[in-house]
């Protein structure tokens, strides 16, 4: 199994909502992360987890809220968006320091109205 | 200037010429990466290089680490080759952030 599993495909929310992106893999990878993409334009890194924690924060805004509960799930919360947060949300895994291919998700298509 | 630089942005060619995509770097890196983007957004890595070239099919990715350069070379190229080249390099073992080039979409025409 070579998947990284995103749900759901699509979301649009209100700027008031709570809702949440979840990714899940099943590869034994240790490293997880999140990238958002604008229209035509690379990925940027949000966050990186390696072994369950926090590694990398690239400053993003607290209105999205990673966790990790366990090795296989990693989840996006998010809260008091911004029409501007409307974006491609990925998730992808990789093993952790081998320098190994990285799998990515399909993306979770965010709209905030 | 960013640190990773990729040519061309667009690229248009006919159902079955061969293809060639570079990528440049300034960064001192572990490994480079090629990814495939179709539209419908999921991104499939295609390559991870550390040196020399590698062969998948009719895909071929090269890198010269002294000269900081990849290129990603489809040979007899198929419309369903369509898609965004992302090439994105990983700085150094033990930080896994990937540096990204800012894409090419190519077009191939039946």
């Known amino acids: 199994d070579t998947e990284v599993t995103q749900t759901p495909k699509h979301l649009v929310m209100g700027m008031t909502n709570k809702k949440s992106l979840k990714c899940e893999q099943h590869?034994?990878?240790?490293?997880m992360y999140w990238y958002k993409q604008k229209a035509k334009k690379p990925p940027e890194l949000m966050f990186v987890?390696?072994?369950?924690?926090l590694s990398i924060n690239e400053s993003v805004p607290s209105r999205f809220s990673p966790e990790c509960p366990n090795s296989s799930l990693l989840n996006l919360h998010l809260h008091a968006l911004q029409p501007e947060d409307s974006a491609l949300y990925l998730c992808?895994?990789?093993?952790w320091g081998t320098g190994d291919t990285i799998y990515f998700g399909e993306g979770s298509w965010l709209t905030v109205v | 200037k960013n640190e990773v630089e990729q040519s061309p942005q667009n690229l248009t060619a006919q159902e079955g010429e061969f293809i060639t995509i570079n990528c440049s770097y300034s960064?001192?890196?572990?490994?480079l990466h090629w990814l495939q983007q179709h539209p419908g957004g999921g991104i499939v890595s295609l390559f991870m290089?550390?040196?020399g070239k590698k062969k998948h099919g009719r895909l071929i990715a090269t890198i010269n680490i002294q000269e900081k350069h990849s290129s990603l070379h489809i040979t007899a190229s198929h419309p369903r080759d369509s898609a965004v080249y992302i090439c994105?390099?990983?700085?150094?073992?033990?930080?896994?952030?990937?540096?990204f080039g800012t894409g090419t979409r190519l077009t191939i025409i039946p």
């Open positions: 992808a895994s990789s093993q």
């Open positions: 960064v001192g890196i572990s490994a």
């Open positions: 290089l550390s040196s």
């Open positions: 994105a390099a990983r700085v150094y073992f033990g930080n896994e952030k990937l540096t």
């Open positions: 590869m034994g990878h240790r490293a």
């Open positions: 987890y390696s072994y369950e924690k």
